[in-house]
């Protein structure tokens, strides 16, 4: 059985043209050994619209469901001080003020601490 025709060592190290029966005159460069290959990590950054808060519209409004009656939502959102005030002395508002903070979450007219505007993805 003989080798199919191609580019073999010919034994002295360097590749020759073998045509299916014989080796040819013709030679062409030996192998190079495999070179490493480096990958270059890639970091990947969101970039917000001017004016966009980094804070989880999500977040934000689940926040606001569930733990709202406590200020959660505001605190959550950089709003430290509306939090307090929600939390101490939202009762008063018998949840008037929780249902006014969902919906303004909601419909995405709620602002985080440095005034950027919270808004879904």
């Known amino acids: 059985m003989s080798m199919p ?7 002295s190290g360097r590749q ?3 045509d299916g029966a014989q080796w040819t005159d013709h030679y062409g460069q030996p192998p190079q050994p495999a070179q490493p290959i480096y ?6 950054v969101t970039v917000l619209p001017p004016g966009v808060s980094p804070k989880s519209y999500t977040a934000a409004w689940l926040l606001s469901l ?11 959102l950089g709003n430290v001080g509306l939090g307090v005030a929600k939390l101490l002395v939202g009762w008063l508002t018998f949840g008037i003020w929780w249902i006014v903070d969902f919906i303004v979450i909601v419909t995405q007219n709620a602002h985080d601490g440095q005034g950027l505007q919270v808004k879904s993805g």
């Open 16 to 18: 020759r043209w073998w």
């Open 66 to 76: 569930f733990l709202g009656g406590l200020g959660v939502d505001r605190f959550y």
């Open 5 to 11: 025709a191609g580019w073999y060592d010919d034994g």
């Open 39 to 44: 990958v270059q990590p890639v970091a990947y």
